[in-house]
């Protein structure tokens, strides 16, 4: 057999399987799965919560009031843009600072605190994407209702909040049973804790809400997305 038939013969034989496998192996290793950012979490000891790339070139902070219908509106603009591009990309990461100005605030925070870490971050999504409805029963409110959020032991108080306001239900939607948030709203050592964070924002410049920082410097006069996208941008980010 002449040397081209013989080349010919031998590239018209099926790969054998093993060969095959082989070269898929190989381009598995050459390509390894790439990090999904977006369920990177890590809650810190002073109680903020990041997500994405520790490492990150660009690190922002929002301040965050649950009550703060300007912070649901800032989540609902900006939640899709900020986590699909800014921290899925590595090059940002997001930090969620509580920043508690009434018991609202603290018993929305505390239960959120409470979320095991995968679901840390949905609650947050769910209290304020449901703001309007929560807060729809807040203007119904009575007297006597108010009362209980106002005067007696902390415990009792948030315990009045979170049934007043149907918390318990959103809690519940992540997997905190009724026990568990009864547990989280009693916590002392967390409201404490939230209280310092407050304390802590207030005396970097934080006056409202939401307010943002990025690398640790607070933006003054930056309290939109539009107004905070500019700034990414000029970081060379392009959420």
């Keep these: 057999m002449s040397l081209a038939r013989t080349i010919r013969a031998t590239l018209a034989r099926p790969w054998p399987l093993v060969g095959a496998a082989l070269l898929l192996a190989t381009a598995s290793a050459a390509a390894p799965a ?11 000891p002073e109680g903020t919560h990041i997500l994405g790339n520790p490492d990150a070139k660009v690190k922002l902070t929002e301040y965050v009031s649950y009550s703060c219908p300007h912070c649901a509106h800032f989540n609902a603009e900006s939640e899709a843009t900020l986590r699909l591009g800014f921290v899925a990309s590595g090059e ?4 969620v600072a509580s920043f508690i100005r009434n018991p609202i605030d603290m018993a929305a925070s505390l239960l959120v605190d409470c979320a095991a870490p995968t679901q840390t971050i949905r ?16 203007a119904e409110v009575n ?3 108010r009362a209980r959020w106002e005067n007696g032991p902390m415990p009792a108080r948030m315990r009045a909040i979170a049934t007043d306001l149907d918390f318990y239900r959103l809690a519940e939607m992540v997997g905190i049973d009724h026990v568990r948030a009864d547990h989280c709203l009693e916590d002392d050592s967390a409201m404490k804790r939230l209280a310092a964070l407050t304390q802590n924002a207030e005396n970097n410049g934080v006056d409202s809400t939401p307010s943002f920082a990025i690398d640790g410097v607070v933006l003054a006069g930056t309290h939109d997305w539009q ?13």
Excluded: C, Y
């Design 143 to 145: 007297d006597t209702q």
């Design 34 to 44: 790439k990090q999904n950012w977006t369920t990177a979490l890590r809650t810190t």
């Design 123 to 138: 609650l947050h999504d769910i209290m304020l994407n449901g703001q309007t409805q929560w807060m729809a029963r807040f």
């Design 92 to 95: 940002g990461s997001v930090e």
């Design 227 to 239: 107004s905070l996208k500019l700034q990414l941008q000029a970081r060379t980010m392009t959420p």
